[in-house]
């Protein structure tokens, strides 16, 4: 009887537990540290000096803190260094991970062709010898193809963990750190000297930034995030990539400030406003692509939890800003500050899905803009910043704001241009008119939604410098807040020394009006129905989604209010029964 030489059983690749989500933040956390000490080193060469104060006194005290701004800055480099490495290492981990995956498969597979062809062995004939040992030797050859593999594999992983290792063992002592990194020059240095002025283009801070090296721009990232991290021009990921050592940074400060018991009330702010912006990233990452059900990505694009007097800024995007195919930057109205970013966030990843379910073949980005000084508490209120909503000054201020925030995006991405939508809601409608009719705002479309009025010197949708027929509004016919725009010949800023405006979703504005009822909406006057517009399986998120797709067919126009001469406005949507879209999921 002919005997057949059977292939070998397969090795088991050795387990491998590790997430490399958290190696990835501990490289994020390093990176702030870094930045906490570098900041001890510009203090120590730069306030901490008392340039007029001479004598012997001076001399002793400017020699005393000179090694602590030397070991600083030497530190500084070192967890820098380390941070980057640990990022590496995340990175490295994630593609060892996948490739332990592939060799399991292919280990289950081969196990299983050598247990069938072992089965096989007690039923051949000797005429079907041959054939089941070609058999046999094509499998042993596979076998063999993996058991290399997985020895590379073995060999890769043990090669990482040591080079890990030694990245943290080099500097684990003062002196270590000294001798290595002791009076080297911050590779951050020159770049920052070079960096354009106060009053620079986005273009020629893109030109700037596309010169550095890779090398240059992760230290400028780690030296000075607050340099980048809020500049147009820049793009997204590199910001959100300075804005989150900046935002590590400031957490990691304000919690230890606040242990020790010293946080002054403008620090209290700053930490409630970082504090919300680290929730609002929060609830981005943890909603996932209906399409792919991946995490969907976060960019944080603005952080200043210092700006407007405390109002903070903030803006952070559902998708990759840089990548996307369609872009919408949601422009919020009264009542926004910093704290209301996971609010926000709620609405831009909501956005985000919507825009998603209703066109899978295309990319988004969807991002809350808290870049301006809205009017955000009552009148009666401490500041009496609510005291603006009824005038055009923020929103003028704000629309400028907007405007560079669009030029930004655009000089960032020059050579892959996407599909720019603003979104203007409530008194966030009227900045973005003022940025739209005073700046001239780079967008493809244009959407009002819940106006109180697109500002006084914007009479017509061609006063917004965009194509009237990208001109779109929303106006849920109960919405109180919708109905307080000019109407006819009705103007509060002529009449009442107040006002904010043309009503977009009249006839003569000349915009687009589309669907924009609630099913959910309420009686006569509503205030809820003003914060329904981006809620899911509604029609004007639905719409909106479309704009910002770009498919314009599938837009529900509705018909315009009219000018009511000297009768009531009424509002023909008002009857209507509305419809209830999918937004939220998949269609079969």
């Known amino acids: 009887m002919t005997t057949i030489q059977l ?37 120590v060469a730069g306030r901490a000096r008392v340039d007029d104060w001479t004598g012997e006194a001076a001399t002793a005290y400017h020699q005393a803190i000179a090694p602590t701004g030397r070991r600083a800055d030497a530190m500084s480099l070192a967890l820098r260094g380390v941070a980057h490495r640990v990022e590496e290492h995340s990175a490295e981990m994630q593609r060892l991970l996948d490739r332990r995956t592939a060799l399991e498969d292919r280990q289950q597979h081969l196990a299983q062709q050598v247990a069938h062809l072992r089965a096989e062995v007690a039923t051949t004939t000797e005429e079907g010898a041959a054939e089941l040992q070609a058999d046999c ?31 943290f063992t080099r500097v684990l002592g003062a002196d270590d750190v000294d001798r290595i990194y002791g009076g080297v020059a911050d590779p951050a240095d020159g770049p920052l000297r070079d960096k354009p002025g106060a009053g620079a283009s986005p273009a020629e801070v893109h030109a700037w930034w596309a010169a550095l090296t890779a090398a240059q721009r992760r230290a400028v990232i780690a030296a000075a995030p607050g340099a980048i991290g809020n500049l147009d021009g820049i793009p997204a990921s590199a910001r959100h990539a300075a804005n989150t050592v900046a935002l590590g940074r400031d957490l990691a400060d304000y919690a230890h400030t606040e242990d020790a018991g010293v946080l002054t009330d403008d620090e209290r702010t700053c930490y409630d406003n970082a504090l919300a912006a680290d929730e609002a990233r929060r609830e981005i990452e943890g909603r996932h692509d209906p399409v792919t059900g991946e995490p969907i990505v976060a960019q944080i694009y603005i952080y200043d939890p210092a700006a407007f007097d405390g109002d903070g800024a903030v803006a952070i995007s559902a998708g990759d800003l840089d990548t996307a195919d369609n872009v919408a930057v949601v422009v919020p109205g009264f009542g926004t500050d910093g704290e209301s970013a996971p609010y926000q966030a709620d609405r831009a990843a909501t956005l985000y899905e919507s825009t998603r379910v209703l066109d899978p073949s295309a990319t988004n980005a969807s991002l809350f803009w808290i870049g301006y000084d809205a009017p955000d508490n009552a009148p009666w209120d401490e500041g009496y910043d609510g005291a603006g909503v009824v005038t055009e000054s923020m929103a003028a201020a704000g629309g400028e704001r907007l405007a560079d925030t669009i030029d930004g995006l655009r000089a960032s991405r020059e050579d892959d241009p996407a599909h720019l939508t603003a979104i203007g809601h409530s008194y966030g409608s009227t900045t973005t008119g003022h940025g739209a009719h005073d700046h001239g705002l780079g967008v493809d479309d244009v959407v009002f939604v819940g106006s109180p009025g697109v500002g006084g010197d914007t009479d017509h949708a061609s006063d917004t410098g965009v194509d009237p027929d990208h001109v779109w509004a929303g106006s849920n016919s109960r919405d109180p807040i919708a109905d307080l725009g000019n109407h006819g010949w009705v103007h509060g800023e002529t009449v009442f020394g107040a006002g904010l405006g043309d009503d977009p979703a009249e006839d003569d504005f000349g915009a687009h009006r589309f669907q924009a009822e609630s099913t959910t909406r309420g009686g006569a ?22 704009i910002v797709n770009g498919d314009y067919d599938a837009v529900q126009e509705a018909e315009h209010l009219h000018d009511p001469f000297l009768g009531p406005v009424e509002d023909p949507e008002y009857d209507r029964e509305p419809t209830s879209p999918t937004t939220s999921s998949l269609t079969p």
Request: proline share 6%; aromatic share 8%.
């Open 7 to 43: 292939p070998p059983l397969p090795r088991v690749a050795p387990a491998l537990t590790c997430d490399p989500a958290a190696i990835s933040a501990c490289g994020a956390d390093l990176l702030a540290a870094s930045a906490q000490v570098d900041d001890l080193g510009t203090f």
């Open 137 to 167: 030797d094509r499998v042993a050859g596979q076998v063999q193809a993996y058991e290399t593999d997985l020895d590379t594999w073995v060999s890769d992983l043990a090669t990482e963990e040591s080079e890990m290792s030694q990245a």
């Open 525 to 546: 006057y509503s205030f809820g129905d003003h914060s329904k517009y981006f809620d899911h399986d509604t029609e004007s998120l639905a719409n909106i989604s479309h």
